[in-house]
């Protein structure tokens, strides 16, 4: 009998799920409502495959799911997310998700990617497909080659989630230097945040996924706006 965990802090969205997949025979539920239950549920049981919320309340979805795989590299996991597909999609499967499905597209799609995955295979959609089709026609791309060295210094740590706060006390800096440092990155290489950093690092093999360390904040982590 496979067994399904359902990870997400809104009650009725786990509810929701649950009823859908009701229609699939034999299958267990459980739920947890937070990435700290999940993860104590992973670690010590055995699970066909984790449904997971790109967001949660004392973590997020890549965080989560970068414990999961150093853990447990074989669980099969399904995220869950009101984003629309672009680079967050692409993220989640290089960070070793078996599939990514908006939301808004769970009564259509939900028991057909879970089908698929437990059976071994990876699910997306037609609109996750076409970016990742997009993303392997693009031409190679060398644009951390045009920072200085300093800037590099800065663009390596902010790729792994490091905080301008704790940046600028590593290099003996103020937090404004390392803002306008951070700015003048993200204006060289024709970006918006650190997302589209981490993106490009883990793209141009310049990061692991298991070297991310990503604040606890919804996936944008836009928290950090007031240091810039």
């Keep these: 009998m496979p067994k399904v965990l359902i990870v997400d802090d809104h009650a009725i969205v786990r509810a929701g799920v649950i009823e859908m997949l009701q229609h699939l025979p034999d299958i267990e539920f459980e739920e947890a409502g937070s990435a700290a239950d999940a993860l104590d549920l992973i670690l010590n049981q055995y699970w066909d495959l984790v449904i ?3 967001n ?4 997020n979805g890549v965080e989560l799911l970068k414990s999961v795989k150093s853990v447990k590299p074989d669980t099969k996991v399904l995220i869950l997310s009101m984003q629309k597909t672009d680079r ?3 993220l989640m499967m290089r960070s070793g998700a078996h599939g990514y499905l908006e939301k808004e597209s769970l009564s259509n799609e939900l028991i057909t990617a ?3 995955i437990i059976s ?3 699910y997306v959609n037609t609109d996750v497909a076409m970016v990742l089709i997009e993303d392997v026609d693009k031409q190679p791309t060398v644009l951390h080659l045009s920072l200085s060295k300093r800037e590099r210094q800065i663009f390596d740590k902010l790729c792994r989630g490091v905080r301008a706060v704790d940046i600028a006390v590593e290099l003996g800096l103020s937090v404004k230097t390392i803002s306008t440092y951070k700015r003048r990155v993200l204006d060289k290489m024709n970006m918006k945040s650190e997302l589209d950093l ?6 141009e093999n310049l990061l692991a996924a298991d070297e991310l360390t990503i604040p606890h904040s919804p996936i944008g982590m836009e928290h950090e706006r ?3």
């Design 52 to 54: 997971l919320d790109i």
């Design 56 to 59: 949660l309340p004392d973590t």
């Design 88 to 90: 967050y999609a692409l």
């Design 114 to 116: 879970v089908n698929t």
């Design 120 to 122: 071994g295979k990876k």
């Design 198 to 203: 981490i993106y490009y690092a883990i793209k």
């Design 226 to 228: 007031s240091l810039s």
